[in-house]
């Protein structure tokens, strides 16, 4: 039997870069890894695998549409106490400290900003404390389009025009902090304008881990329903196949780990402090974290009925076990 083509849309990031070179066999599979594809839930024609934001993902399920597959693998996680920016001279230190501020950021339904109200809450800072401002980052990152199940922000949010952006208001003092997956620039520049407002956020975010049990995900990888029910083999290579490349760069930095002066260290404290939250499968870490993302949406006013974190993943889980 000829090998099935599979065209599928997904990020080169560290750990899967083996797959993308080709280190990973894919039995039975001709697979085309498109890495610059926009991520969506609306899958574009010829594409049935592709990366996709977890938060999305939930939302769908939470309101009935169940048109894809989620596999338990996520492919990008991390925190988010480190995505609030400042201006250099303001004294907001903490999380807690935005309290009644003025906070912008450039989406509100990305899985990244909603663990950033989660940080808040957890610093005791509820969504309806801030007054929220929606807009374009700058000139040269401009908003992602809308996607099907898109959250809203909450009433009396204030929209910027065509205009305006967010690093304009914060450098003119009319935002107080900003929260967004990128970094701006004048963060790694020594005495630049902008900081993070947790500089400290390796031991804030430890801390989190430590007392929550949660590592955030952001991105998994889903398919098309149609062709997971058609192709379950294929599903199931694809996901081994994600899981090996996983290996090859965990062994690749256990070995060598010369990307960065203490990428070895980083490492270690990996495979000690964050046995539990392996990237792919429900464990219990895991577990713990999809049942934070349903909670928190509907408790964000993100959906009008949580989403069973049990369902999230039950269809692939019998497909894996047939």
């Not at 305006?164 to 107080?176: C, F, I, K, N, S």
């Not at 256990?254 to 499968?281: Q, T, V």
Request: glycine share 8%; with cysteine; net charge neutral.
């Amino acid at each position: 039997m000829a090998d099935l083509d599979v065209r599928m849309i997904l990020r080169a990031y560290d750990q899967l870069c083996p797959l993308h070179l080709g280190d990973v066999p894919t039995p039975g599979l001709r697979l085309s890894l498109d890495r610059h594809a926009a991520l969506t839930l609306v899958f574009p024609d010829g594409v049935d695998v592709a990366e996709v934001s977890f938060n999305r993902y939930v939302g769908g399920y939470a309101k009935g549409d169940e048109s894809l597959v989620g596999m338990p693998a996520f492919v990008l996680r991390g925190f988010r106490h480190r995505n609030f920016f400042v201006r250099s001279d303001s004294k907001l230190t903490r999380l807690s400290d935005l309290k009644g501020k003025r906070v912008g950021t450039n989406s509100w339904p990305d899985t990244g900003t909603m663990w950033c109200r989660v940080a808040m809450t957890d610093a005791g800072v509820n969504v309806e404390d801030c007054q929220w401002v929606l807009g374009t980052l700058d000139p040269k990152n401009p908003s992602k389009p809308p996607s099907p199940n898109d959250a809203q922000p909450p009433k009396g949010a204030r929209f910027l025009t065509g205009s305006e952006d967010l690093m304009t208001e914060l450098a003119e003092g009319r935002v107080d902090c900003i929260t967004t997956a990128k970094a701006p620039p004048a963060v790694f520049k020594k005495g630049g304008a902008i900081r993070r407002l947790v500089e400290n956020y390796p031991e804030v975010e430890a801390d989190y881990h430590r007392r929550t049990g949660v590592y955030p995900g952001f991105h998994i990888v889903a398919a098309r329903r149609s062709f997971a029910e058609k192709h379950p083999q294929a599903m199931r290579t694809i996901y081994e196949a994600m899981q090996k490349s996983w290996t090859i760069w965990e062994d690749k930095v256990k070995w060598f780990a010369e990307d960065s002066p203490w990428a070895m260290r980083e490492m270690e404290y990996l495979c000690n402090e964050f046995a539990g939250d392996a990237a792919f499968g429900m464990t219990p870490a895991n577990r713990k974290m999809v049942e934070t993302i349903c909670r928190e949406q509907h408790t964000q006013g993100l959906v009008p009925k949580a989403a069973d974190p049990k369902r999230l993943f039950a269809d692939f889980e019998a497909i894996a076990r047939a």
